[in-house]
């Protein structure tokens, strides 16, 4: 879904910004749920700094391929705690 996105989003730069900072604020919601079933209080840290660095994008920022590279690896960070959950 994130890919296909970005495609059809390449001329709305708006619209595939408001679909980045969505896809984020719902990455940190996750992760917050996920961080309260986490028992490891070093993960639980870490966890919580990824939280804290993960960037929403503001009205003058433009979406980049770093941006969404990103993002996958973000998505990909929330898979793995949930198989370890």
């Not at 994130?2 to 059809?8: G, M």
């Not at 001329?11 to 028992?39: A, G």
């Not at 929403?56 to 198989?83: A, F, P, R």
Request: aromatic share 6%; net charge neutral; glycine share 2%.
């Amino acid at each position: 879904m994130l890919l296909k996105e970005f495609i059809n989003g390449v001329d709305s730069t708006p619209k595939l910004k408001e679909f980045y900072n969505t896809k984020i604020n719902e990455i940190k919601t996750h992760l917050n749920k996920l961080n309260k079933s986490v028992t490891d209080q070093a993960i639980q840290i870490k966890i919580k700094e990824v939280i804290n660095i993960l960037p929403n994008l503001g009205k003058m920022d433009k979406v980049n391929d770093d941006h969404l590279i990103n993002l996958l690896q973000y998505y990909q960070l929330v898979e793995e705690l949930e198989s370890v959950k």
